[in-house]
């Protein structure tokens, strides 16, 4: 029954991965105009594909945020953190409770793009000089190119997250997990004012997702019942 609710709940995201993904790429489109900001993210991208390519993996570091945002959001939905381990080979997080979010937090989840945003702002605000935008910018590029690079290579070795999750379900939470930070972080950055707009435009492509598949459903189901009385 449990595989079977994951099953379901999976093909329930479906359209709203769908219509979220739509309403991220229009975002993009419409934030190209910000040239500053994406040379710059860009170029912090770059330079860190360059070190993770030469450079020995920094695995470690990445374990420790790994586990990290497990106790992270395991403390936003209440859970107490009884212990945490991080070592090069894995690491481990023990909560008094978990859910689906808390587990597969690490996949969608920059920590050290959220850390690395924290202290920024913080001297921005303090000390709102000229150059602390495209370091912001650059920073943010290289820490989420961090976030990327590691996660897709750690997910070569079987990930006890995804797999207690269910792959479907997993698979369905990372991508939409990873839309909505573009939702909401992308506008803000580039000059493009409130998230809320695209977030409005993810939940009307969310129902126009719903709407072609109940036609396409329907419609299969007509060409079915049809096939099936020409048998007759």
């Known amino acids: 029954m449990r595989r079977l609710a994951r099953w379901l709940l999976a093909l329930a995201l479906l359209p709203i991965c769908t219509g ?67 070592t090069a080979k894995g690491g481990q997080v023990v909560l008094s409770h978990s859910n689906t979010l808390i587990a597969l937090a690490p996949y969608f989840f920059p920590f050290y793009t959220a850390l ?6 913080t001297v921005r605000w303090f000390w709102p000089a000229p150059w602390v935008d495209p370091v912001f910018h650059f920073g943010l590029g290289a820490t989420y190119g961090f976030h990327v690079t ?29 839309v909505l930070m573009i939702l909401t972080a992308v506008p803000p950055l580039t000059g493009g004012g409130s998230p809320v707009p695209h977030l409005y435009e993810a939940f009307l492509q969310t129902g126009r997702s719903i709407e072609f598949t109940g036609r396409a459903a329907m419609a299969l189901s007509h060409r079915l019942v049809a096939m099936r009385a020409g048998w007759r």
């Open 20 to 86: 979220a993904s739509i309403a991220a790429l229009n975002c993009l489109r419409g934030s190209v105009a910000a040239a500053e900001f994406w040379i710059a993210f860009g170029g912090g991208t770059a330079a860190w594909i360059i070190v993770f390519l030469v450079l020995p993996k920094p695995v470690w570091l990445y374990v420790v945020g790994h586990e990290l945002t497990h106790a992270l959001w395991g403390l936003l939905f209440g859970a107490r953190v009884k212990s945490l381990r991080a």
């Open 116 to 121: 690395f945003t924290g202290v920024a702002l």
């Open 150 to 178: 590691l996660t897709l290579w750690i997910l070569r070795i079987r990930q006890t997250d995804i797999t207690g999750e269910g792959y479907l379900l997993s698979a369905m939470v990372i991508w939409l997990g990873n």
